[in-house]
């Protein structure tokens, strides 16, 4: 599985971004998509998930302004991302979960939100 993220950028605080991950490869056997996040000297953490039967997660600091959905027809998912934080300035990476338990990662996106 190829994942690609895109969607990253500059935003002021409050604002939004869209971000997405295409798969690629043998997508047919996706389990579950998470993004995840890590900041400057911080490890990365799960921000929101979605998996084979349509359940999500996400982030209590997230709760509320992010969003995830999936696209399976096209193999995409994408996180909403609202009212951006400074504290939400991180690489932002999608991850694969594969029903043989296989993980892949996507080369990750960078989020900056200017206060």
């Known amino acids: 599985v190829q994942l690609q993220a895109s969607g990253g950028g500059l935003v002021q605080a409050g604002g939004s971004l869209r971000l997405s991950c295409a798969a690629s490869g043998s997508a047919f056997n996706i389990n579950a998509i998470g993004w995840y996040r890590q900041a400057p000297g911080k490890q990365r953490d799960l921000v929101a998930s979605?998996?084979?039967?349509?359940?999500?997660h996400l982030a209590d600091s997230v709760k509320g302004r992010f969003t995830i959905s999936r696209d399976s027809a096209k193999n995409m998912v994408y996180l909403q991302m609202n009212s951006l934080r400074p504290e939400d300035t991180a690489v932002y990476y999608c991850?694969?979960?594969?029903?043989?338990?296989?993980?892949?990662w996507g080369q990750g996106t960078q989020v900056t939100v200017s206060s």
């Open positions: 991850k694969v979960a594969t029903m043989k338990g296989q993980n892949y």
């Open positions: 979605t998996n084979f039967f349509g359940s999500t």
